[in-house]
């Protein structure tokens, strides 16, 4: 697998369009978004014998902030993922017609469209929005004709990542305001899907509101039972540090003063 290649490439100033959806309670409408830039890629380009294996289709994920087109005042964003079907290794150059040879007949179950639409189904809060989703085939003129392409597109809510250097740097109260927020948030995620990889970059907090949100489904994962709270929560989202290794987070600083630990030896 080479994850070095980038596929979705000069996508800065285009379109996509969606398509109205309006299967209960998806209702979604028609409606256009503009490409403004490029944040992300990661392809899975495969060999024919990782395909033999079963380990296709090759395909590549790309993530894009938009905002709607023709609305250059509108202050809305969002982030439109696009899953697409690539070549397979060394067939890039082949003509069109072998190359639509590879094209599959039904697309990949995304988990992250699957955690967005459950999330949506149970009217989870504490998720930014799904605001739409399409598929299409490829045209004659691109990588693989008739292989599928996925968009999901949802809001991008008031906030930033949480910064753990800035969050390590405030007073005890401040720290325990936010994560008194984040168990809150936390709890009312009973909605099927979590974040694969925990980390202070899922936890989207906007200061002047309050607000928090968690964020990355890409490779959600899925739970049938519901999630019973523990303070190890903590820990995996960068809250408080473990006895064993008081800077265990990149960035968080040394120096701060009010640093309290529990019977554990756990540093909050």
């Given at each position: 697998?080479?994850?070095?290649?980038?596929?979705?490439?000069?996508?800065?100033?285009?379109?996509?369009?969606?398509?109205?959806?309006?299967?209960?309670p998806f209702e979604f409408p028609a409606q256009t978004w503009m490409i403004l830039e490029k944040l992300e890629e990661e392809?899975?380009?495969?060999?024919?014998?990782?395909?033999?294996?079963?380990?296709?289709?090759?395909?590549?994920?790309?993530?894009f902030l938009c905002r709607p087109a023709g609305e250059e005042d509108d202050n809305r964003r969002a982030f439109l993922r696009?899953?697409?079907?690539?070549?397979?290794?060394?067939?890039?150059?082949?003509?069109?017609?072998?190359?639509?040879?590879?094209?599959?007949?039904?697309?990949?179950?995304?988990?992250?469209?699957?955690?967005?639409?459950?999330?949506?189904?149970?009217?989870?809060?504490?998720?930014?929005?799904?605001?739409?989703?399409?598929?299409?085939?490829?045209?004659?003129?691109?990588?693989?004709?008739?292989?599928?392409?996925?968009?999901?597109l949802w809001e991008k809510v008031p906030g930033e990542s949480l910064n753990l250097t800035g969050f390590w740097r405030l007073?005890?109260?401040?720290?325990?305001?936010?994560?008194?927020?984040?168990?809150?948030?936390?709890?009312?995620?009973?909605?099927?899907?979590?974040?694969?990889?925990?980390?202070?970059?899922?936890?989207?907090?906007?200061?002047?509101?309050?607000?928090?949100?968690?964020?990355?489904?890409?490779?959600?994962?899925?739970?049938?039972?519901?999630?019973?709270?523990?303070?190890?929560?903590?820990?995996?989202?960068?809250?408080?540090?473990?006895?064993?290794?008081?800077?265990?987070?990149?960035?968080?600083?040394?120096?701060?003063?009010?640093?309290?630990?529990?019977?554990?030896?756990?540093?909050?």
């Amino acid at each position: 697998m080479d994850s070095s290649i980038e596929y979705l490439t000069d996508l800065e100033g285009t379109q996509v369009t969606f398509d109205a959806v309006a299967e209960p309670p998806f209702e979604f409408p028609a409606q256009t978004w503009m490409i403004l830039e490029k944040l992300e890629e990661e392809s899975n380009r495969l060999t024919i014998e990782d395909i033999v294996a079963e380990l296709g289709p090759s395909d590549t994920a790309g993530k894009f902030l938009c905002r709607p087109a023709g609305e250059e005042d509108d202050n809305r964003r969002a982030f439109l993922r696009i899953y697409q079907q690539i070549p397979i290794a060394g067939t890039e150059t082949k003509k069109a017609a072998i190359r639509g040879r590879q094209a599959v007949d039904t697309p990949p179950d995304h988990s992250e469209l699957i955690a967005f639409q459950t999330f949506t189904e149970l009217g989870c809060d504490v998720v930014p929005r799904l605001l739409g989703y399409q598929q299409r085939q490829q045209d004659h003129d691109e990588g693989v004709p008739g292989g599928y392409i996925t968009y999901i597109l949802w809001e991008k809510v008031p906030g930033e990542s949480l910064n753990l250097t800035g969050f390590w740097r405030l007073s005890f109260a401040d720290r325990q305001a936010i994560r008194d927020k984040f168990r809150q948030v936390y709890e009312f995620l009973p909605c099927g899907y979590m974040p694969c990889m925990a980390g202070p970059s899922k936890i989207i907090y906007d200061k002047s509101s309050g607000q928090m949100h968690i964020c990355g489904f890409k490779s959600a994962s899925p739970f049938d039972e519901p999630q019973q709270w523990d303070d190890v929560n903590y820990f995996q989202y960068g809250l408080i540090q473990p006895s064993d290794s008081p800077f265990y987070w990149e960035g968080t600083p040394p120096g701060t003063a009010d640093w309290i630990k529990d019977a554990n030896g756990w540093t909050w």
